[in-house]
């Protein structure tokens, strides 16, 4: 039997498996839990399902068409307030079923990958789901009502698109998440490492009509103006106050701080994750020039593994990435041999183990998990992990490298 032909034939166990693990972790969240009410109050502070939305992203896209003001909280886009409106236009019990809606669509496109990973492996793509299924940061996520789901996913799916060629579609995709969000725009330095220029031109573009001509028709000049002054406003002001002594933030001063029991050291931790961000950007960049295998997956990894080294909001729901990275390691952990197999599997299994919502369920308070930068520990060695693999000397990284370019078609 050929390899596609014996790939073919472990679909149907691997999605046995997938199907499985989903159910075996909606059992053990029925069963520790109880209820999703019980599930909500033991995940973070707030009691109340999507209390992100129904406190930051309802209000404004109630008033974002009458005062052209944000509500107190929100630090987005005047864009996806704007995206916000039709919410707003509803009753606050209506709005939050219609969000449910968006949150499976972010949980769809963080699915995307599960196909990339078992066209290579059925093995991978199952892995993926289950890992996905038993994710905190995913039910962190959930119980906000937040949109890393979404935008995260949307870089998948801007990845997802890309390999196949669709480079205007994947540019068009990943602005309307970085529209939303800021941070997920450094995956398109694995694009620009690739010298995608079409692709780039056409990111920036779409980027710039969503996120300012879109809402200077909108709102007006003015308007437009105002709102973003107000937003830069109070995200300053929390800066300074609140956002470092949250104990919830996975970024790396924050967690040495409350680790070391002083935020003395904040500039020198600031810096070093500077430093640390910088040669990651270095790894991807090395990655991408020699047309390493998977190097585009790679780099999607480690750009968004770095993220907890430089962004001051750090959020548990950022991480919704670590399945797809641990899955990717897991795939290369296969190729390796002798001490780096060895060290490279502990890693990856302390990463899963530590994002997992049965370690969560074992410290048993959300306080301690945070406090700790459980999160971040899980990150940081899935990040040590992925360098080891792929610094590795090409000769030695296993199969052959994707083409260097995808498919001229639908470009």
């Known amino acids: 039997v050929s390899a ?7 679909w149907l166990p691997a999605l046995a ?51 052209g003001q944000p509500s107190n909280g929100y630090f987005y886009s005047s864009f996806f307030a704007l995206l916000l409106a039709p919410f707003g236009r509803v009753a606050p019990e209506t709005a939050a079923s219609l969000w449910t809606l968006v949150q499976l669509l972010g949980i769809a496109l963080l699915l995307l990958p599960a196909l990339d990973f078992g066209r290579e492996s059925p093995a991978a793509g199952a892995l993926y789901v ?63 490492l690739r010298r995608e220029w079409r692709l780039l031109l056409v990111l920036a573009v779409a980027f710039l009509v969503l996120w300012l001509v879109v809402p200077t028709v909108a709102l007006g000049p003015a308007g437009n103006a105002a709102f973003y002054a107000t937003v830069r406003e109070r995200a300053a002001h929390a800066m300074t106050t609140w956002v470092t002594e949250d104990i919830n933030a996975q970024y790396l001063p924050s967690v040495a701080g409350r680790w070391l029991g002083t935020a003395a050291g904040r500039p020198l931790w600031r810096l070093l994750g500077y430093g640390l961000f910088g040669l990651n950007l270095l790894a991807v960049a090395r990655l991408v020039w020699r047309r390493a295998p998977r190097d585009m997956e790679w780099a999607f990894a480690l750009l968004f593994l770095g993220l907890p080294l430089a962004i ?77 693999l792929t610094l590795r000397p090409a000769e030695r990284s296993g199969r052959p490298a994707l083409p260097a370019e995808p498919p001229a078609a639908g470009r």
């Open 17 to 67: 498996v997938a199907l499985l693990g989903v159910v075996a972790a909606v059992a053990f969240y029925r069963v520790v839990y109880g209820s999703v009410a019980e599930l909500v109050a033991a995940l973070d502070h707030c009691q109340e399902l999507y209390c992100d939305f129904t406190r930051q992203y309802y209000p404004t896209g109630r008033d974002i068409l009458t005062t």
């Open 130 to 192: 289950v890992l996905l299924a038993f994710s905190m940061p995913l039910l962190h996520n959930l119980k906000w009502g937040q949109v890393s789901t979404l935008v995260t996913g949307g870089a998948f799916a801007a990845l997802y698109l890309y390999r196949r060629g669709r480079l205007t579609a994947a540019a068009v995709v990943l602005a309307l998440a970085v529209a939303v969000k800021y941070y997920v725009a450094i995956v398109a330095i694995a694009f620009l």
């Open 312 to 388: 001051d909001t750090s959020w548990p729901h950022y991480f919704v990435y670590l399945p797809f990275a641990q899955t990717l390691v897991w795939l290369a952990l296969r190729e390796a041999t002798g001490w780096t197999r060895r060290l490279v599997a502990l890693f990856l299994v302390i990463s899963v183990v530590l994002a997992s919502m049965p370690f969560f369920a074992l410290v048993g308070r959300w306080q301690d998990y945070s406090q700790y930068g459980v999160l971040f520990v899980a990150n940081l060695g899935l990040l040590i992990a992925a360098h080891v």
């Open 4 to 10: 596609p032909g014996r790939r073919a034939n472990l």
